[in-house]
């Protein structure tokens, strides 16, 4: 055989194919360099003052932990241009002048170990460093036994020139120009946002009434009134009071809890929580930790969630706490910005803390008297604070006058305003016992956050689904409803805004598990069974249930047969149940554990051998996605609230409970228990849960899961014609 010799074909022209069949070119590592030291610096100032208000609060610590009872703050153009702090405290001595703005000089420690006894609230010595290296800084002190006090200007750490004598007044008076004026996107990108100004005023307002003892002034530059004046008190609530105003002041309750066992925590908390009475669109938690204004998510989130399944529509609470502990129990160096402190023994701490707000609302609750609520923005920047004294009014301050038409009730704690009301029904015994705050415990101590998923890209799949399909519209009447009562055996009277919804409960519930379920994907605590449940046995009863006319060997045989292969497969993924859905089947095939889905909430038991039925047949185990989509769906049918299998003996039932001519009154008395237990579930277990975590999909818009069957404008021009 014979080969032809030609030359090799001329490369491409097209510059595209000449790139992918020329080798890239070798490239050697970039180099390591060290940074200079002025572009380090920078980068550490970004981070340690972040935006105005970081450098307020910072030089506000410093001038606390100066000893100062008077503190005078003054602002222009939310910060960004001038921020005066001034103080009456001990002053700064002229040696130290030199090094006052360089990085790392601090009076507040000498060795790493002083940070576990750390009582000052300033401690690395960066914060006057960060500022001049993002803005201009001049600083006038005066200590005590001096004619005269100094005056000098910083930039990148260090002294423009030498300190000029001047006169000063005792203290000291540190002004910041032009604040990230070499920052040019983060100054543009505070220009454009809203002013900083509101959170410095609230900034100085948590500081107010903390520090009871100090006396505090904020006000714009050139103003002559201040925004927040407070004056030295000897009583907190005074103090919250003077800022926040009276109507706050008047629905606190004090707290207080402590423990001083060192093997599970030491601490002392005191301060004040809202009632029944104060209403605000957002929650004011005020958290001092070891003097240390700080945030503690768990904490607020503890304290949030109490609310809500207790106060519905006094959710967002206002909170005052000041928590002290022994300094080796809190690091404080764990955040730039010192916002966050980590404390040892946390969830136990949160733990009691929440157990204590929960006993206190639930004594206040047995002797409260409600007044007519008001909507109070909490906040003292607002123009509600400017009317403290103000008597109570029907409508917002501010706001237009409120057509007749529009006027609804919203206090959710007015018994008249729910059904109950007009109806005599003797409540049992046995379910007033259990209706406290207490029978709550469990479901307010819920730790985990239901967002924590396994990570499994189906059941994340299965999360965004729903979270994406979610109805804006039915998604704000579940948040701010309020439950009426329940018009029959399903649905549920809802009011929102001026309009009145029949609410399905039990596609409700179905749909509120199924998400549940998916979110706590492998996180279940456990319903434990008094005694394992045979699955054989629990899956014949329910085919004799569904098939209660079949009779005879051949049927039973084939039932028994059905039974056995469902028997068999649920414990061949009994490991998997268990482990991600907290369903527990024995090696022997008894079902012996339960998963908590929603806390406070038990399935009904009747219900059971329908559910392992449904796991057995419409289960498809072959595909991950489906398989648990189908679990979950079939746990959220077993765990929702369906009416009980016995009669409502309220209704026209009563014929269900008769023996002859006498009447079953312990059947009855059970029946009762049922109804009365449902229904108290739905109204302070079910509705909160949903306010938090529930998303409506968009299909309950239209397949009558909410009807609405009034509206208040409709029916004002109604009575109008009468």
């Known amino acids: 055989m014979e080969f032809e010799t030609s030359e090799p074909p001329s490369p491409p022209s097209h510059p595209m194919e000449t790139d992918t069949l020329d080798p890239p070119p070798s490239q050697d590592p970039p180099r390591i360099h060290r940074l200079d030291e002025s572009v380090v610096n920078r980068i550490a100032a970004g981070e340690v003052i972040q935006r105005p208000v970081s450098a307020v609060k910072e030089l506000i610590e410093n001038s606390l932990d100066a000893g100062s009872s008077s503190i005078n ?42 940070l576990q006894s750390i009582k000052s609230m300033g401690f690395r010595g960066e914060a006057l460093a960060s500022m001049t290296y993002v803005a201009h800084v001049t600083v006038t002190t005066i200590t005590s036994g001096q004619l005269h006090g100094y005056r000098v200007s910083y930039r990148d750490g260090v002294m423009e020139h030498e300190p000029r004598a001047c006169a000063a007044v005792k203290g000291t008076q540190i002004v910041i120009e032009n604040l990230f004026y070499n920052m040019i996107a ?219 038409y529009k006027m609804v009730r919203t206090d959710l704690q007015d018994p008249s305003g729910r059904l109950h009301a007009y109806m005599q029904v003797k409540p049992s015994r046995q379910l007033e016992k259990n209706c406290g705050l207490n029978s709550l415990r469990s479901s307010i101590r819920q730790r985990r956050n239901p967002k924590e998923t396994a990570d499994l890209t189906s059941v994340q799949e299965l999360i965004n689904e729903f979270e994406h399909g979610c109805h804006s519209g039915l998604l704000d009447i579940v948040r701010n409803c309020t439950y009426v009562g329940m018009a029959d055996d399903v649905f549920a009277l809802l009011q929102h805004n001026t309009n009145l919804y029949l609410a399905n409960v039990v596609n409700l519930s179905k749909e509120l598990m199924y998400q549940l379920v998916l979110q706590r994907f ?121 009416p009980p299998l016995l009669p409502n003996p309220s209704g026209d039932n009563s014929d269900f409970y008769k023996r002859g001519v006498e009447v079953d009154d312990e059947l009855i008395s059970e029946a009762e228990n049922a109804w009365a237990q449902r229904e108290w579930s739905i109204q302070h277990v079910l509705f909160p849960s949903m306010r938090l975590f529930f998303k409506p999909p968009t299909s309950m818009a239209a397949n009558g899961t909410f009807v609405q069957v009034a509206s208040l404008e409709k029916l004002y021009r109604v009575f109008e014609r009468c």
């Open 186 to 404: 983060r100054r543009t990108s505070l220009q454009s946002s809203a002013d900083d100004y509101p959170k410095i005023i609230d900034l100085l307002s948590r500081f107010a009434i903390h520090h009871k003892n100090v006396s505090f002034s904020c006000k714009k530059h050139g103003a002559s009134k201040a925004d927040v004046h407070s004056v030295a008190v000897s009583s907190r609530l005074d103090a919250i009071r003077s800022v926040y105003g009276a109507s706050v002041a008047r629905s606190l309750i004090e707290i207080e809890a402590s423990d001083a066992n060192s093997s599970s925590s030491v601490f002392e908390m005191n301060g004040y929580i809202s009632d029944f009475n104060y209403s605000a669109k957002k929650t004011t938690m005020i958290l001092f930790i070891n003097e240390r204004l700080v945030e503690c998510t768990a904490l607020k989130r503890a304290i949030e969630i109490v609310y809500a399944a207790t106060l519905p529509k006094a959710s967002k609470p206002f909170v005052y706490m000041s928590i002290i502990l022994p300094p080796e129990h809190v690091d404080v160096n764990v955040h730039p910005t010192k916002r966050e402190v980590s404390l040892l023994n946390q969830e136990v701490i949160v733990e009691k803390i929440q157990s204590t707000i929960e006993s206190k609302l639930r004594n206040f609750n047995d002797s409260s008297t409600y007044q007519e609520h008001v909507a109070v923005d909490s906040s003292p920047s607002s123009k509600v604070a400017a009317n403290k004294a103000s008597p109570i009014n029907t409508s917002t301050p501010g706001s237009q006058k409120v057509y007749a």
């Open 522 to 642: 492998g996180y279940f605590n456990a319903i434990q069974l008094s005694d394992p449940a045979p699955l054989q046995e629990l899956i014949m009863l329910a085919l004799r249930e569904e098939d209660p006319d079949s009779e005879g060997t051949e049927s039973d045989d084939l039932k028994e047969k059905i039974a056995d292969m469902n028997m068999k497969l649920l414990t061949e993924k009994a490991e998997m149940l268990d482990e991600y859905f907290g369903i527990h089947v024995d090696p022997q095939g008894n079902l012996s554990r339960l998963p908590v889905i929603l806390d406070q909430h038990t399935p009904d038991m009747d219900r059971v051998p329908e559910f392992v039925l449904c796991l057995g047949n419409d289960v498809a185990w072959n595909d991950e996605k489906i398989c648990f989509q189908t679990i979950a769906a079939a746990l959220g049918n077993f765990y929702a609230m369906h």
């Open 73 to 114: 703050v003054s602002v222009k153009d939310g910060g960004l241009k001038f921020i005066q702090v001034s103080d009456d405290g001990h002053g700064i001595r002229y040696d130290d002048l030199p090094i006052l703005c360089e990085r790392h000089t601090t009076s507040k420690l000498s060795a790493f170990e002083d």
